[in-house]
């Protein structure tokens, strides 16, 4: 191979990865019927909630929770999109552009608390993006080119353009929309089969690449307090809000309330007869609302597989930076938990 052929070629391996990579993520959105199921704690619904809590544009994406069904089709739709766009190197640089609006997109929403920086897969796929926005598909491999030759020889056959016909750009841009028309009607086929047959099988798991753990049922709510929700209540009981009756964590188990002060998803375990443990419930990654696993002894959060150790909320698997925050509980006299 010579240098010029190596260097026509240069941009088709990164484009068969993030084409590839595109094509996946919106195929498996559309394949995983639990990603648009508000009760499913990975669903886009959860997912803008939780971006909604922790993401630096948090005031933008919280007034996008009613829309999340469209908004969440929309994405999956985008990703395949820029994903067949640049496999098949048409519209290279629009589909790259799409790239990295995209994918700064889910930076500010998802992975923004990443730490180190560069342990989150999307600001990496934004700058990924920006040789094929700046250079296009290339010669190789690519419809771009293959059209604009072809117009050019088409149009040199026809001899002197008569007046008023078609010229090499006209013609060129005629091939473009006809296959650009024939793509996306393949695209719509391609993601309502991926639809269909995810259903049809139970869905699938994963969101953007990164694979799921298996759905687990959310832990039962604190029931209301038998001794109202004050402070210091006579016979030695603590001070703090009273979340519950102790009796509706089970020994081995956990149940979820909402921290009195942050008014955050939280969630209390009880390792051993007697001995409460609790935690905010919500992951420092993307802002979803963890899950405890018991025969692993982990919170898990369901949307990118954090895992946090149940006796103390540290990490013990990333993306999470951080681990979860403790919340001290006190079991009263009169049978109820209170957050001290």
């Given at each position: 191979?010579?240098?010029d052929?190596?260097?026509?070629a240069a941009?088709?391996?990164?484009?068969?990865?993030?084409?590839?990579?595109f094509c996946?993520a919106?195929?498996q959105?559309?394949?995983n019927?639990?990603f648009?199921?508000p009760?499913?704690?990975?669903s886009?619904q959860a997912?803008?909630?939780?971006?909604?809590?922790?993401?630096?544009?948090?005031?933008?994406?919280?007034?996008?929770?009613p829309?999340?069904?469209p908004?969440?089709l929309?994405i999956?739709?985008?990703?395949?999109?820029?994903?067949?766009g640049?496999?098949?190197?048409?519209?290279?640089?629009?589909?790259?552009?799409?790239?990295?609006?995209?994918?700064?997109?889910?930076?500010?929403t998802?992975?923004?608390?990443?730490?180190p920086?560069?342990t989150?897969?999307?600001?990496?796929?934004?700058?990924?993006?920006?040789p094929?926005l700046?250079?296009g598909?290339?010669?190789?491999l690519s419809?771009?080119?293959?059209?604009?030759?072809?117009?050019k020889?088409?149009?040199?056959?026809?001899?002197?353009r008569?007046s008023?016909?078609?010229d090499?750009?006209r013609?060129e841009?005629t091939?473009?929309g006809?296959?650009t028309?024939?793509t996306?009607?393949g695209?719509?086929?391609?993601?309502?089969?991926?639809?269909g047959l995810?259903?049809?099988?139970?869905?699938l798991t994963?969101?953007?690449?990164a694979?799921?753990?298996?759905?687990?049922?959310?832990?039962?709510?604190?029931g209301?307090s038998a001794s109202?929700?004050g402070?210091?209540h006579?016979?030695g009981?603590?001070g703090?809000k009273a979340?519950?009756p102790a009796?509706d964590?089970?020994v081995?188990?956990?149940?979820?309330?909402?921290?009195?002060?942050?008014?955050?998803p939280?969630?209390v375990?009880?390792?051993?007869?007697?001995?409460f443990l609790?935690f905010?419930?919500?992951?420092?990654?993307?802002?979803?609302?963890v899950q405890?696993?018991?025969?692993?002894?982990?919170?898990?959060c369901?949307?990118?597989n954090?895992r946090?150790n149940?006796?103390t909320?540290?990490?013990e698997?990333?993306?999470?930076?951080?681990?979860?925050?403790p919340?001290p509980?006190?079991k009263?006299?009169?049978?109820?938990?209170?957050?001290?």
């Amino acid at each position: 191979m010579t240098l010029d052929t190596a260097e026509r070629a240069a941009l088709v391996p990164l484009r068969a990865f993030l084409g590839f990579t595109f094509c996946f993520a919106g195929l498996q959105k559309l394949a995983n019927p639990g990603f648009f199921e508000p009760s499913n704690p990975g669903s886009i619904q959860a997912q803008l909630a939780g971006s909604a809590r922790l993401s630096p544009v948090h005031s933008l994406v919280a007034p996008l929770a009613p829309i999340a069904v469209p908004l969440g089709l929309l994405i999956a739709f985008s990703e395949l999109a820029i994903g067949l766009g640049t496999l098949l190197g048409l519209w290279q640089r629009l589909a790259a552009a799409g790239g990295v609006v995209l994918s700064l997109m889910l930076f500010l929403t998802v992975s923004f608390h990443s730490s180190p920086y560069y342990t989150g897969a999307d600001i990496v796929f934004a700058f990924a993006w920006t040789p094929l926005l700046l250079a296009g598909a290339g010669p190789v491999l690519s419809a771009d080119a293959a059209i604009a030759a072809r117009a050019k020889r088409e149009s040199r056959r026809a001899g002197p353009r008569v007046s008023g016909g078609p010229d090499p750009s006209r013609r060129e841009a005629t091939m473009k929309g006809t296959l650009t028309l024939l793509t996306a009607i393949g695209a719509l086929a391609l993601g309502g089969l991926t639809a269909g047959l995810g259903r049809a099988i139970g869905g699938l798991t994963g969101d953007s690449g990164a694979s799921r753990p298996p759905r687990r049922a959310a832990a039962p709510k604190l029931g209301p307090s038998a001794s109202g929700s004050g402070g210091g209540h006579p016979g030695g009981h603590p001070g703090g809000k009273a979340l519950g009756p102790a009796r509706d964590v089970p020994v081995g188990g956990a149940a979820g309330f909402r921290d009195p002060r942050t008014g955050d998803p939280s969630i209390v375990i009880q390792p051993a007869a007697g001995k409460f443990l609790a935690f905010d419930a919500v992951c420092p990654h993307a802002g979803c609302t963890v899950q405890y696993d018991r025969p692993a002894a982990l919170f898990i959060c369901p949307c990118h597989n954090s895992r946090f150790n149940a006796a103390t909320g540290a990490v013990e698997a990333g993306p999470a930076p951080t681990g979860l925050t403790p919340i001290p509980v006190t079991k009263g006299g009169n049978g109820d938990l209170y957050a001290t």
